[in-house]
């Protein structure tokens, strides 16, 4: 009989095989144990007897054929950034982002619906990407799906043809208009009121004025604020209370007494400060879109991403940046390298790994004109393909933002930030009605107009954006000085660094400044030194390349059945041979013994071991000085894949002899990185990509080294180019500097709120001071922000310059 599966407490999901536990209670993951336990801190326990199958649920409403069009094969085509088997990946606009409640939805709509794999928020520009399964949930349904939480994409068919830029959003524009509008003629209406003195306004005027104003207030409440309304209710809906509720708390209550005056004739209401208080709400709005706009034009790390790939012209091959490809030109991919654009096999044998987008490691084999899409990796011999669109780095470097990587603490900034908002909300929400009904005993007719400004000048927003901020500013200064990292924690991961392990070959050695010399009986033949450059072709490990660039003017072959075996070596057959390059070891047979210290690669054709090739490394510029500094803050280690050829020269400056390893298999060097951390020490792993993937991934930090063609590893959370290693120190004070600066922003924050708060409760803010206040508090901390990492830039990286 088949084991009964746990079902999750909260949503009533089956959890699978490995469900997340909580005070031993089971759920399917971890949104579902974060909305428990919120639940529980509140006391809401009645939530869960409410229905059989409790938890977050989304009523579907009903859109119609609002978005039938969206099921047509053209359409999907045009919007479907990748689409392989069973998975697509679709980058939609959406301009209602506009606080942390709002990238914390989006980016766990796979709470909401399985179907959906990853979704991630780019916040400046108002973009969500989605990548989802189509049998479980079609395009159609993930539009539906983000509308019926208030997050409706903008589509506009011609503007991705002809890929025009994102325009400012006109709905904006028109709900401050009529807002701007209604207000000013509002407060023309209430001249009288104001103007009056002791004898007062004749009644029936008095009457007639104020049905007119209400009128007025009407679009202002339904047009001009339903985007704060809708947000607030949806959210609710699926048990979400976001940075919105407290401002459509005060909107309501506000037209809400303004309304009940006049139609009991008892007042004249307060229409005048709630069309005042959307007006400027939304001015607001549009002033922190355009400052965020104004931050970011050069923010767009990605244009700096250096991805180098092989481009083929005849029997010629050079290096080129990606970004310099055109329509129609052919490259080479290596195995395990990464295919940089959306493509066409022309030549070889295509094996496919998607795992980098999908998450399916099984590879795919293609034929010759099938489509390869950017993001796969090509499993076995290299391949030629033809470039069949315009090259866009974002679409790759987004997938390489969705790869995992390691964690070095639960508790980051980033979410210590949004637990602190969250409750940050109740908090003013229970303050401001405290507050009302203070002053409802004091001074009834003020006591909603001092409610609203308490809920409105607390706003939390400027206390959230100071990360996004902050940590996007460093990593764009990061992208202009040579160090393009995965995501802006990382960041925060660096400045929690104590270790810094270094790979040997390739990372602190320079991959193109080798001497190269054969060893062996019988010199090597024309014909077997292109056989040997034809293998060394097919890979990207430093060694090599190093082989394949000593061989010039030697015409290649094509290889078939290529093998790589990490730390290693390499196989492959052209023809009737049957060609090995690697150690000994693999190549030769472990018989026999090492005669040797410098880095070698052994040579066997057809079984016959011919020889080795001795390679002379030389340490990169700069080496020498950067450990000393290193060596004075962090526990540094060596770890190569090499034999102890170069131990004497290495001791001086590592000093430590147990901290220096040789031979090291991928292994070795994953095992090592694992016990650092259960010693609780923070690594830091500088690697090649290829042999050390698994390390990089294990270590808290992972960082590839780029010379001119590398391979290019998802498990890796940075890349440094090659000519700029000698300032790797700089790199890791720039990101203590940006810690400091976060932690400043967020006193100035609290500070604004502290005071705001204080004004308001004694009823010395009105709700349009208070609207006004709550936007330049935003603009305050991102201003403060960028001027202090702008200064930390100057400061650290002024002479970053190659001479």
């Known amino acids: 009989m088949a084991k009964e599966q746990l079902k999750c407490i909260h949503c009533g999901e089956d959890c699978g095989k490995y469900p997340v536990i909580w005070e031993d209670k089971p759920f399917c993951c971890n949104g579902c144990k974060t909305v428990y336990q919120i639940v529980n801190q509140n006391k809401l326990y009645t939530y869960y007897e409410l229905e059989k199958t409790p938890g977050v649920r989304l009523d579907n409403p009903e859109f ?386 001092i409610f609203t400004a308490v809920l409105i000048v607390a706003c939390p927003c400027a206390l959230a954006l100071s990360i996004p901020f902050t940590y996007g500013n460093s990593m764009r200064i990061f992208g202009k000085n040579g160090f393009y990292i995965k995501q802006t924690q990382v960041i925060e991961n660096l400045s929690k660094i104590d270790s810094i392990v270094f790979d040997k070959t390739g990372t602190i050695t320079e991959s193109n400044a080798v001497k190269v010399v054969f060893e062996g009986e019988i010199e090597l033949s024309e014909e077997e030194t292109s056989l040997i450059k034809s293998v060394a072709r097919q890979s990207t490990h430093p060694l090599s390349t190093a082989l394949y660039n000593h061989f010039t003017n030697i015409e290649t072959h094509y290889v078939r059945d290529f093998d790589e075996v990490p730390s290693s070596g390499v196989e492959g057959k052209i023809g009737d041979f049957v060609i090995k390059l690697g150690s000994k070891a693999y190549v030769c047979g472990n018989n026999l013994t090492q005669d040797f210290l410098q880095s070698q690669v052994f040579v066997g054709i057809n079984g016959t071991c011919r020889g080795y090739f001795r390679l002379e490394n030389k340490y990169r510029a700069g080496l020498s000085d950067l450990i000393d500094e290193l060596g004075k803050r962090y526990e540094l280690h060596l770890l190569s894949g090499d034999n102890e050829g170069e131990k004497e020269r290495l001791l001086p400056l590592f000093k430590k002899a147990n901290r220096l390893h040789f031979n090291q298999k991928p292994e070795d060097k994953l095992a090592y990185i694992q016990k650092l951390r259960e010693d609780n020490k923070n690594v830091l792993m500088i690697g090649d990509g290829l042999n050390d993937a698994g390390a990089l991934n294990s270590a808290q930090i992972g960082i590839t080294i780029a010379d001119d063609i590398y391979n290019f590893s998802p498990a890796c959370d940075g890349i440094l180019e090659a000519r700029k290693f000698k300032f790797l120190a700089s790199y890791l004070k720039m990101a203590h500097g940006s810690i400091n600066t976060v932690k400043a922003s967020f006193g100035i924050s609290i500070l604004y709120n502290t005071i705001g708060l204080g004004f308001a409760v004694q009823g010395l803010l009105t709700p349009i001071v208070a609207a006004i206040l709550m936007p330049i508090s935003s603009v305050t901390v991102v201003l403060f922000v960028s001027a202090i990492t702008a200064s930390l830039g100057l400061k650290y990286f002024s002479n970053l310059v190659e001479k």
Request: glycine letters at 6%; aromatic letters at 12%; hydrophobic letters at 45%.
């Open 64 to 449: 119609g054929d609002k978005f039938a069009y969206l099921d047509q094969e053209e359409i999907k085509n045009k919007l479907l950034e990748f689409k392989d088997g069973d998975f697509s990946k679709v980058t939609f606009f959406v301009p209602t982002i506009h606080c942390s409640s709002c990238i914390w939805l989006l980016e766990n709509l796979n709470t909401l619906n399985s179907g959906i794999s990853y979704s991630s928020v780019n916040f400046v520009k108002k973009e969500v990407s989605v990548t989802f399964k189509e049998s479980k949930i079609s395009l159609r349904q993930v539009v539906e799906l983000m509308a019926s939480v208030h997050y409706t994409p903008v589509i506009s068919l011609e503007d991705l043809d002809k890929k025009k830029p994102k325009k400012t959003n006109r709905q904006l524009l028109f709900k401050l208009g009529v807002a701007g509008f209604s207000f000013g003629n509002i407060m023309m209406l209430s001249l009288p009121d104001y103007l009056a003195g002791a004898s007062g306004v004749d009644p029936a005027l008095q009457r007639f004025l104020s049905f007119l104003i209400l009128i007025l207030a009407v679009p202002v409440l339904v047009y001009s604020a339903n985007d704060y309304l809708l947000s607030a209710y949806k959210n609710l809906k699926v048990k979400i209370v976001n940075t919105d509720m407290p401002i459509s708390l005060g909107i309501l209550a506000l037209f809400g007494q303004s309304a009940f005056e006049i139609l009991t004739n008892t007042g004249t209401g307060y229409f005048d400060s709630f069309a005042g208080f959307i007006f400027f709400l939304l001015i607001g709005k549009w002033y922190q879109g355009k400052t965020y706009e104004a931050l970011s034009f050069d923010r767009d790390y990605k244009s700096y991403f250096p991805i180098a790939i092989a481009k083929v012209d005849g029997d010629k091959e050079s290096i080129i940046q990606i970004r310099d490809l055109e329509k129609g030109d052919r490259i080479l991919v290596r195995h395990n390298e990464l295919i940089p654009v959306d493509s066409e096999l022309v030549k070889g044998v295509a094996r496919i790994d998607y795992s980098f987008v999908t998450g399916e490691s099984n590879p795919v084999s293609k034929l010759i004109g099938d489509p390869i899409y950017a993001g796969g990796k090509q499993v076995g011999a290299a391949i030629e393909l033809k470039v069949n669109k315009s090259v866009d780095q974002s679409n790759l470097t987004k997938l390489w933002n969705q790869s995992e990587s390691g964690d070095i603490n639960a508790k980051t900034l980033n979410t210590i930030v949004d637990r602190v908002s969250k409750w940050f909300t109740y908090v003013v929400i229970v303050l401001a009605l405290g507050t009302a009904a203070f002053w409802f005993f004091i001074e009834p007719l003020r006591a909603i107009s």
